[in-house]
């Protein structure tokens, strides 16, 4: 039952990424699909559901990616990152 109130305070709430090391319930690529048929039905956005992992490689690559950037250009930069497409910014 918590598993899917956490799915369903998600949900309402828009979160971009839901980051779960449930893998039985949560992060299962099988329930991922029945999550988000049940939120397309109900007029709900599609839910991103991560594993910690996936995220920290996300988190470090975008910190590569933006030292590198640093290092030619000087400056502050915008970087989407691959979860979602969502914006991330990094000083």
């Given at each position: ?15 971009d ?61 915008f ?13």
């Amino acid at each position: 039952m918590i598993d899917a109130q956490h799915i369903a305070i998600a949900t309402i709430e828009r979160v971009d990424v839901l980051v779960s090391r449930n893998f039985k319930h949560i992060v299962n690529l099988d329930k991922i699909h029945l999550y988000n048929g049940v939120n397309l039905k109900k007029g709900y956005p599609l839910l991103e559901i991560r594993s910690p992992m996936e995220v920290l490689h996300e988190e470090i690559r975008l910190c590569e990616d933006d030292a590198r950037y640093k290092e030619q250009n000087g400056r502050k930069v915008f970087k989407k990152s691959s979860i979602g497409n969502k914006r991330a910014y990094r000083d």
